[in-house]
C-alpha cells in the first residue's frame, strides 16, 4: 500500500502539472486526497515543503538516467539515451520547469538544492565534452571559453527546451522529445571529429 508522504506528492505532482504550482493550495491537495488540511500538515507543513519533495524526486530521477556504468565508455548514442531521459523526466514533472523562476524566488532552500545539482550537472557536462576530446569523438574545441559555450547550450537545449514547446500552447507530444534529442545532436555534429565547418 502507498505511504501517505508518497500519496500526497503524486497529488500534489497531478495538481500543479494540471493548474500550476500558483493555482494550488495545500487546501486543494488535501480535498484531492479526501484527507483533512491538518493531516496534510502533519506530513509537509507547507506547499513549498511539497515541491521541496518532488524536486528531491526529480533530483533522483537524473542522478539514475545521468550515471555511467563503470566498465562503459560513454559515446553519443549514450548521451542521446540520457538527453531522451531528461525530456521524460521534464514531461513527467512539467511543472517544476513551467514554474522554474516563480519557485526558486519564493524558497531559497529550494533554489540552494537547485543551483548545487545543475553546478554539478553543469560540471559533469563539460567534463564529457573533455572526456570526448580526449578520446577523438570530438575534435579539440579552441579553449575553455568555446567548452564552456558549448556546455550552457547544451544545458539550454537539455533544461529549456520543453518549457519552450510549452509557451507555444501545445500538449506535450514524444515528438517534441524527439526533436529536442535532434538539437541537441545539432549542436554536437560540428565538433564531431572529421565534420566540415
Given amino acids: 500500500m502507498t505511504d501517505t508522504k508518497t500519496r500526497i506528492l503524486d497529488t500534489a505532482l497531478a495538481l500543479f502539472n494540471e493548474q500550476g ?8 491537495i488535501a480535498e484531492a486526497l479526501a484527507m483533512s488540511p ?15 519533495g518532488l524536486f528531491a524526486r526529480i533530483a533522483a530521477a537524473w ?6 556504468p563503470v566498465d562503459a565508455m560513454p559515446d553519443l548514442a549514450m548521451v542521446e539515451r540520457m538527453v531522451a ?5 521534464q ?26 545539482n545543475r553546478a554539478a550537472g553543469i560540471a559533469n557536462t563539460r567534463a564529457m565534452i573533455g572526456l570526448f576530446e580526449g578520446v577523438g569523438v570530438l575534435a579539440p574545441l579552441a579553449d575553455d571559453e568555446a567548452r564552456d559555450d558549448l556546455t550552457q547550450l547544451l544545458w ?5 527546451w520543453l518549457v519552450f514547446r510549452d509557451t507555444g500552447g501545445t500538449p506535450f507530444a ?3 522529445t524527439e526533436q529536442g534529442v ?8 560540428p565538433h564531431l571529429k572529421g565534420a566540415s565547418t
Avoid at 22 to 28: F, R
Avoid at 85 to 89: E, V
Avoid at 182 to 189: E, K
Fill in 91 to 116: 514531461a513527467q514533472y512539467r511543472f517544476f520547469f513551467r514554474d522554474l523562476t516563480l519557485l526558486l524566488n519564493a524558497d531559497s532552500e529550494l533554489a540552494s538544492a537547485y543551483r548545487q
Fill in 182 to 189: 535532434r538539437l541537441f545532436r545539432r549542436l554536437i555534429n
Fill in 156 to 160: 539550454l537545449v537539455g533544461d529549456f
Fill in 63 to 68: 542522478a539514475e538516467n545521468y550515471a555511467i
Fill in 38 to 52: 491538518g493531516n496534510l500538515y502533519y506530513h509537509y507543513r507547507n506547499k513549498a515543503e511539497i515541491v521541496r
Fill in 85 to 89: 531521459g531528461n525530456f521524460a523526466i
Fill in 21 to 28: 504550482t500558483a493555482s494550488v493550495t495545500t487546501n486543494h
Fill in 174 to 176: 514524444q515528438s517534441d
